[in-house]
């Protein structure tokens, strides 16, 4: 999902040059920060490798990747419900982050780091979690969904079928459990540890076709039975009936609804000082989950 042309990763590489001349801030001045790339990325990719710089060196935060399984493989394979165990297991056990840590997502890591939001019990706090590209609210299939594929094709497990959402609910194992989408199974840990964040940044790319419909990324999606328009987030019933507490963060000013010009995760040096930088900065005292 995060694959970039040619031209981008060679103006990335240039600005890794730069970003690797640039006088660091101490990085004591701020928490930590996780990445968690795109499917069929890995940690050491170029694009990945110059993020992480460049954001740590702009914001005076030390940024560490985690890279899941074998990387590239495992992000198309492995189930998103291991992918967020294994992600969880890796931040119990780095000391860094024992103080608490900021998040940010690329695309598909986003589901991962929704899971070490609210499903990572014992995990260190997540204080600001910014999120580039996510499928927040799943994707949309115009096919038979493959659902019984989950256990062997990660974006499976966030298939959204609006004109059969019972089918979904039945059938998709990962997505309706992060959104507490299932009426009878929703749980309070979940919303009480999401509702929890101090920022929730929600950056949304405006050229995006690989995200469908883009406003995922915002948790806007279709509505049930509807493919003829999209509601924005505050119109679904997640927003409404505030399932996980996107209500509740919105009305206290913690979510930042953003769109930039330009493809799928196609965020530029300017973009992220501007609208990463500010909340990786940040020194905060944190406690572990409950």
């Known amino acids: 999902m995060a694959s970039l042309q040619l031209p981008m990763r060679m103006m990335m590489l240039i600005m890794m040059v730069i970003s690797l001349v640039l006088v660091s801030i101490p990085t004591s001045a701020a928490l930590p920060f996780v990445?968690?790339?795109?499917?069929?990325?890995?940690?050491?990719?170029m694009f990945y490798s110059w993020f992480k710089t460049y954001a740590g060196s702009m914001s005076g935060s030390t940024g560490y990747c985690i890279e899941i399984g074998n990387g590239a493989p495992d992000s198309w394979t492995m189930p998103l419900?291991?992918?967020?165990?294994?992600?969880?297991?890796?931040v119990k056990q780095m000391t860094e982050l024992k103080d608490g840590y900021n998040i940010v997502g690329i695309s598909q890591g986003n589901l991962i780091a929704?899971?070490?939001?609210?499903?990572?019990?014992?995990?260190?706090?997540?204080?600001?979690?910014?999120?580039l590209?996510?499928?927040?609210?799943?994707i949309i299939s115009f096919c038979m969904p493959l659902f019984h594929m989950q256990?062997?094709?990660?974006?499976?497990?966030?298939?959204?079928?609006?004109?059969?959402?019972p089918g979904y609910?039945?059938?998709?194992?990962?997505l309706p459990r992060i959104n507490n989408e299932i009426p009878d199974q929703r749980n309070a840990t979940y919303k009480e540890r999401f509702s929890s964040l101090k920022n929730l940044v929600l950056i949304m790319f405006e050229e995006d076709t690989?995200?469908?419909?883009?406003?995922?990324?915002?948790?806007?999606?279709?509505?049930?039975?509807?493919?003829t328009k999209i509601?924005?987030?505050?119109?679904?019933?997640?927003?409404?009936?505030?399932?996980?507490?996107?209500?509740?963060?919105?009305?206290?000013?913690?979510?930042h609804f953003i769109h930039l010009p330009g493809i799928h995760i196609g965020i530029t040096p300017a973009g992220i000082i501007e609208n990463v930088v500010p909340y990786l900065k940040e020194q905060v005292s944190a406690k572990n989950n409950n």
């Not at 929704?114 to 999120?131: A, K, T």
Request: hydrophobic share 30%; with cysteine.
């Open 35 to 45: 990445l968690l790339h795109g499917i069929g990325g890995y940690c050491g990719e």
């Open 81 to 90: 419900h291991e992918q967020a165990r294994i992600a969880c297991e890796k």
């Open 114 to 131: 929704r899971g070490l939001i609210e499903l990572c019990d014992g995990g260190p706090r997540v204080n600001n979690y910014i999120s």
């Open 133 to 138: 590209g996510g499928p927040q609210a799943g």
């Open 151 to 165: 256990e062997h094709m990660a974006p499976s497990g966030y298939i959204k079928v609006p004109n059969d959402i």
């Open 169 to 174: 609910l039945k059938g998709c194992k990962y």
């Open 210 to 227: 690989i995200v469908v419909p883009k406003e995922t990324a915002w948790f806007g999606f279709y509505p049930d039975g509807d493919l």
């Open 231 to 255: 509601l924005p987030p505050q119109e679904t019933k997640l927003y409404t009936e505030d399932w996980i507490g996107l209500r509740t963060l919105d009305e206290a000013k913690r979510v």
